[in-house]
């Protein structure tokens, strides 16, 4: 599926395409100290790439909405798309778009867009686990649609990944209020029955906000597909059909 032009644009997609800016210029405002040392927004740097995505797979509005909890270093980080393994992006998804530079980049983790040859493992067993069970991605975003809760990539000196909720929470709260409002607004332009966490620590962060914010919506929790995790690497993608099934989501 090719996106609509700039000129056909269809509100759905316009209202996230608005909601991601909105979302960049709050968390850019964000401050962050020790143990944090690099900071990538890829709403920044990877933003066309991340629109072609909204355009032409956010366009209407959707059951499902599963939420990760952030980028990593290998997926979205690189291709600005959530869990953005690349053959997965490029080859299934078909955007391949110009992947800029942060303005400041870990020498440890380098941003080489579509030319990276490492692997997301969390982001090829997300996006496998879709695609064989729809096929097609068109089949899959009919019904379908998958954002991160936050949109940065935090790193320490030593290039390892720290993840939103070991911040310091001072540090937190400020990115939260801008996750938080984020992930409203997208509930609001999809209009979704469920929103699905990725991880335990993405369903806290929906149902916090269904909560505060009223929202018409069921929360779901699926078995996040890192490689740290023990019994993703025994149970992938046994265990995820299982939990879809258990909520009477996939047959």
């Known amino acids: 599926m090719k996106p609509p032009s700039d000129e056909n644009i269809p509100p ?3 209202k996230l395409v608005t909601a991601a800016e909105e979302l960049a210029d709050a968390v850019d405002a964000c401050r962050f100290g020790a143990p944090v040392h690099t900071v990538y927004n890829p709403l920044r740097y990877a933003w066309p790439a991340h629109r072609a995505y909204i355009r032409t797979y956010g366009a209407t509005p959707k059951r499902i909405v599963f939420l990760g909890m952030n980028p990593g270093p290998w ?48 982001g090829r067993r997300l996006w496998g686990l879709f695609a064989a069970r729809f096929g097609t991605a068109d089949a899959f975003f ?23 909720d070991k911040l310091p929470a001072a540090e ?7 996750c938080d409002r984020h992930l409203a607004n997208l509930a609001a332009a999809l209009r979704p029955t469920w929103v699905i966490g990725v991880g ?17 919506v069921r929360i779901g929790t699926l078995l996040h597909p890192s490689p740290a995790s023990p019994v993703a690497n025994r149970e992938w993608p046994e265990r995820p059909l299982r939990q879809m099934q258990d909520l009477g989501l996939w047959a």
Request: net charge negative; with cysteine; proline share 8%.
């Open 75 to 122: 997926g979205m980080a690189q291709t600005g798309v959530p869990f953005g393994e690349i053959p997965a992006v490029r080859d299934w998804m078909g955007i391949d778009s110009e992947i800029g530079k942060p303005a400041r980049e870990h020498p440890k983790r380098p941003i080489e867009g579509f030319a990276c040859k490492r692997s997301e493992v969390s």
């Open 200 to 216: 335990a620590f993405a369903s806290r962060c929906a149902a916090r906000v269904a909560e505060s914010r009223g929202l018409d």
């Open 142 to 164: 009919a019904d379908h649609f998958v954002a991160n809760y936050c949109p940065l990539v935090f790193m320490a000196e030593t290039g390892a990944n720290i993840t939103p």
């Open 172 to 178: 937190r709260a400020p990115l939260e209020a801008a």
């Open 12 to 14: 759905v997609a316009q």
